[in-house]
């Protein structure tokens, strides 16, 4: 069990699960340094960041969920083109900088917003791949190692 501040100020205890991560050294640095520069671990930094990311499958808009249930009728090509691609790398780069400016300091309303926006894209993305890799498992291809 895990004790958390819950963001209406209340304590909850969370179960946690262990992962192992294989982090690129780039992405790693800079967790390691917003960590560093906020003088919290950085276990708590990826965590934080992960909750940023990655929404919660109620919050998800109902037009992003018909989106990726509509993934079930695609062709395997289609498919493979999904579960292949990026955000682009200005948007990327973009929600990186935003990111590591709300490890660092309170955002403007301004970037708040983009930043929510971002998060809702990226998210998109990430469902729309494991929708596709999903599929393209089940459908019996051979799908790649992480790298």
């Known amino acids: 069990m895990l004790h958390c501040a819950h963001e209406y100020g ?3 205890n969370i179960t946690v699960q262990r992962v192992t991560l294989r982090l690129p050294k780039p992405l790693y640095r800079r967790a390691s340094h917003a960590a560093n520069a906020l003088q919290q671990p950085l276990e708590e930094i990826l965590i934080r960041t992960l909750d940023t990311a990655l929404p919660p499958l109620d919050e998800i808009p109902a037009e992003i969920r018909a989106e990726v249930d ?3 009728n695609l062709s395997d090509d289609a498919l493979w083109e999904i579960a292949q ?3 682009a790398t200005r ?3 973009r929600l990186d900088i935003l990111l590591d ?6 955002l403007t309303a301004a970037e708040a917003s983009e930043l929510e926006e971002m998060r809702i894209e990226y ?3 990430l469902l729309r791949k494991a929708k596709a890799y999903a599929l393209l498992s089940k459908r019996g291809h051979h799908l790649p190692e992480p790298s």
């Open 91 to 93: 948007h990327q780069e």
């Open 101 to 106: 400016a709300q490890g660092m300091r309170s």
């Open 10 to 12: 209340q304590e909850v």
């Open 70 to 72: 509509s993934l079930n």
């Open 85 to 87: 691609s990026t955000m």
């Open 123 to 125: 998210g998109r993305i």
